[in-house]
Antibody, heavy 118, light 112 residues
Framework: EVQLVESGGGLVEPGRSLRLSCTGS????????ISWFRQAPGKGLEWVGY??????????QYVASVKGRFSFSRDDSEGIAYLQMNNLKTEDTGVYYCARNVWQPDSWGQGTLVTVSS | DVVMTQSPLSLPVTLGQPASISCRSS???????????LNWFQQRPGQSPRRLIY???NRDSGVPDRFSGSGSGTDFTLTISRVEAEDVGVYYC?????????FGQGTKVEIK
């Protein structure tokens, strides 16, 4: 069974950093691109970006609102993808999800809550 | 960015009756490879999104056949042939053809 589990969320002050993890199992992790999404409280879904599989091309893409502050990485030997979030802003508050695939994300994790507040 | 517009935003339905959600994109969603990367997701209360439909009309494994997707170009529809209580939640369309991928506002389905 394909499974993705996010972790690392929590309460953080504006301007600080946080790193989220996305642990995959039940599939060949290194062969898949991983997307990150977020959902502000009571709001809709927003794509944060993705990190492509190294098998194809080492590519990362970020939406404009996080470019320069967020970065993706992955450890395929451990089956983990990371989202490093720096200089966090209050508007970054929300549940963060990772999902397998890019253009048609299929399996999603349960999400991890990030709260940016002083 | 491509704007995805869903309607209605709220959809009260009677159990056993059909329901349809419309999704329109500001640009064609046909990719250069000929595929149309239009997905439908269901998000039940307190849960993460679940993909129901990909490439307009392909139903995911385990998704009941009362769910169907249709459309082309810029106009798409998700249809539930007979609504059941477990279908309550918010439904999102999402395009993956153009970067960045974008979602519709969501349609809240509830039982009358």
């Amino acid at each position: 069974e394909v499974q993705l589990v996010e972790s690392g969320g929590g309460l953080v002050e504006p301007g600080r950093s946080l790193r989220l993890s996305c642990t995959g199992s039940g599939f060949t992790f290194g062969a898949q691109s991983i997307s990150w999404f977020r959902q502000a409280p009571g709001k809709g879904l927003e794509w944060v970006g993705y990190i492509a599989s190294k098998i194809y091309v080492e590519t990362e893409q970020y939406v404009a609102s996080v470019k320069g502050r967020f970065s993706f990485s992955r450890d395929d030997s451990e089956g983990i993808a990371y989202l490093q979030m720096n200089n966090l802003k209050t508007e970054d508050t929300g549940v963060y999800y990772c999902a397998r695939n890019v253009w048609q994300p299929d399996s999603w994790g349960q999400g991890t809550l990030v709260t940016v507040s002083s | 960015d491509v704007v995805m517009t869903q309607s209605p935003l709220s959809l009260p339905v009677t159990l056993g009756q059909p329901a349809s959600i419309s999704c329109r994109s500001s640009q064609t969603l046909v990719y250069s490879d000929g595929n149309t990367y239009l997905n439908w997701f269901q998000q039940r209360p307190g849960q993460s999104p679940r993909r129901l439909i990909y490439q307009v009309s392909n139903r995911d494994s385990g998704v009941p056949d009362r769910f169907s997707g249709s459309g082309s170009g810029t106009d798409f529809t998700l249809t539930i042939s007979r609504v059941e209580a477990e279908d309550v939640g918010v439904y999102y369309c999402m395009q993956g053809t153009h970067w960045p991928g974008t979602f519709g506002q969501g349609t809240k389905v509830e039982i009358k």
